[in-house]
Every structure is written in structure tokens, then in C-alpha cells.
């Protein structure tokens, strides 16, 4: 059963085992929580007075919001740099993957240059042919599609 995770159910549980006379396995089993939760809900809440969860620590951040800032301001003046070369550039203290978790949060992602066909002194003059040869068309009339 997976009332145990509903957090309505702490208090209860709790108030029976400290005010109700029953053990906290017993009062942990009449609302279908495992004896080993009611028994480390009950600990917690003499120890520190809390019903709830404690706040969890998570990992302290290695970048201030200034490193944070300019970070993200070199990513938008160069959107097509990689990572490891945004990392290199700006000195940023934390992992590639931090980085690229920082720029998540400002909204930024990943971009990749459009690979293009680099045009030839012959396309040029192919271009320059066709457009000579055009000037007297009647664009209204040409559907043109890529």
C-alpha cells in the first residue's frame, strides 16, 4: 500500500503513538504504513519537534550569480560555441555539465550552425547569368518553392 507517502497520515500516526498509548508499529499498522517508517516518523519527532520532512541539503552551488550572468551573457553573444569552449572562455569553476544546467535555467539551449554549400566562383557566375537573363520576367506570374 502506498499510504505511507501521503504526509496527511504523519500526524495521526504520530499523535497515536505519543498521546494514544500505542507503539508506533501498531499505529503506524492502522493506517497501512510500514512498521520501519512509523517508527523513524516517530523518532524524528521527538528528536526535533517535526512532523514534516526535513529540508533537504542538496549540493551547495560552486558559481555566484555574477559567474552565473556572464556565462549566460557569452552564450547569447555566441550562441554557436560548444560548451567546453564556453567553459574555457569564461572560467567557469563548475563541471560542463553544470554549465550547461545554468544556461537550462536561463532559458538558453543547445544551437548548431546550419552547414552550408560554400558557393563557388562558378555558381557565382551561374547566379549572375540567371539573374541577367531575368530582368525582364514577369515575376508576378512565377511560383517559386525551395
Not at 22 to 48: F, I
Not at 65 to 73: C, H
Not at 123 to 138: C, I, T
Request: glycine share 8%; proline share 3%; aromatic share 6%.
Amino acid at each position: 500500500m502506498m499510504a505511507h507517502r501521503d504526509r496527511s497520515i504523519r500526524k495521526p500516526v504520530i499523535a497515536l503513538a505519543e498521546g494514544g498509548g500505542l507503539s508506533a508499529s501498531t499505529a503506524g499498522e492502522l493506517y497501512g504504513v510500514p512498521k520501519s517508517t512509523a517508527r523513524a516518523w516517530l523518532q524524528k519527532y521527538r528528536r526535533d519537534g517535526q512532523v514534516g520532512r526535513c529540508r533537504g541539503t542538496g549540493l551547495w552551488r560552486v558559481s555566484s550569480p555574477a559567474q552565473d550572468a556572464a556565462l549566460v551573457a557569452e552564450a547569447q553573444r555566441n550562441p554557436f560555441v560548444s560548451a567546453r569552449d564556453l567553459k574555457a572562455a569564461n572560467g567557469f569553476p563548475g563541471q560542463k555539465t553544470m554549465l550547461i544546467s545554468r544556461l537550462k535555467e536561463a532559458g538558453l539551449r543547445a544551437q548548431h550552425a546550419v552547414v552550408k554549400e560554400i558557393l563557388t566562383d562558378e555558381h557565382k557566375l551561374y547566379h549572375l547569368a540567371f539573374a541577367e537573363s531575368s530582368v525582364d520576367r514577369k515575376w508576378d506570374r512565377v511560383i517559386s518553392c525551395d
